[in-house]
């Protein structure tokens, strides 16, 4: 625990949200159940394995010491999460937690909820993904599938994209995501369908081309997408839903699928589509087997074909 413990020690007040230690990346023996989150004011601790008492105590004693260096006078908020065999505890072991519980990515405001579930309404992991998007949007007609709460569509549009559609079968989740737009001043610039993809292709289509396709699905979650089978599925569509030299970004959290995986699958789904790059995730999520760490690959559309003369 000597790394997290470290880890702690070197803290620092900052706006953004973020992750302060990966223990899950494998750079840290030992530390392998650890993560460390900011989500300011609040610090997310979270633990893979059960942790007993006196653990706590020495890292509520850590956490307390530092943030008494740097922010003298404020408060300590903090969250452990312990995740274990399928079950999720989460419990506040000091302070408070807003409500609402806003958080900033450079530039951009989200809702978050720290004391429920596992997913806090913002995926710290993705957020060069999102650069990406702010850097690619402009001007773009962007369809963002498995839209969550539509962190995709808020920078999108703050980058100047001309239109937006979120597409997620969770209401709530799509809920937070008109929430997320209020909170950013983009009412009215985004459409929003809480339906199954799968069944709501007409619609899709029908708003389409696009010069931006994101495709950012649950790795498994049964009843709904499962990517050793689905992820084809999506990809035979690309085609059809992508403007001449309009761009797919592909995502995948799923540890036991490489980045080969995705693209076996696009060769033999839409081999007209060109690999571009794959994007680096955030410095913080470093991890000692990139193959396992989450995979953001950009594919480019071909451009219109030449007329005969």
């Known amino acids: 625990m000597q790394a997290l413990l470290d880890a702690i020690a070197r803290i620092e007040p900052h706006t953004d949200a973020r992750r302060v230690f990966h223990g899950r990346g494998g750079l840290y023996p030992g530390c392998e159940q650890w993560t460390l989150d900011a989500f300011p004011p609040v610090w997310v601790l979270t633990s893979f394995k059960p942790v007993d008492d006196a653990t706590l105590l ?30 999720t505890n989460t419990h506040l072991m000091a302070g408070t937690v807003p409500e609402p519980h806003v958080v900033s990515e450079r530039g ?6 720290v ?10 992991d993705m957020a060069e993904g999102r650069q990406w998007v702010r850097e690619h949007a402009l001007g773009c007609k962007v369809l963002n599938l498995f839209a969550y709460t539509c962190a995709f569509s808020v920078v999108a549009l703050q ?24 909170l950013n001043g983009l009412q009215g610039k985004a459409g929003f369908l809480a339906h199954d993809i799968f069944k ?10 696009y010069g931006l396709v994101i495709v ?9 997408f499962v990517a050793t089978k689905d992820y084809l ?55 000692a087997a990139p193959e396992r760490a989450l995979k953001v690959l950009v ?5 219109v074909a030449p007329r005969n003369a």
């Open 115 to 124: 004391l429920r579930g596992q997913n806090h309404g913002l995926f710290l």
């Open 233 to 287: 599925r999506l990809m035979r569509r690309l085609p059809d839903l992508l403007l001449p030299e309009g761009h797919a970004l592909l995502c995948l959290n799923a540890p036991e699928l490489s980045p080969g995986f995705l693209q076996e699958q696009m060769q033999e789904a839409a081999p007209e589509l060109v690999f571009e790059q794959r994007l680096p995730n955030p410095d913080a999520f470093a991890d």
């Open 58 to 87: 020495t890292l509520d004693a850590a956490l307390s010491r530092r943030w008494a260096e740097v922010a003298p006078g404020e408060p300590l908020n903090w969250v452990f999460q312990c995740r274990h065999e399928g079950r």
């Open 200 to 209: 709501t292709w007409g619609k899709i289509t029908r708003s389409g081309p």
């Open 108 to 113: 951009a405001r989200y809702l978050v909820h």
């Open 216 to 224: 950012d699905p649950p790795s498994f979650q049964k009843g709904s």
């Open 299 to 303: 594919y480019r559309a071909p451009p």
């Open 159 to 182: 980058a100047g994209a001309k239109q937006v559609v979120n597409v997620d079968m969770s209401g709530g989740a799509i809920a937070i995501g008109q929430q997320n737009h209020a």
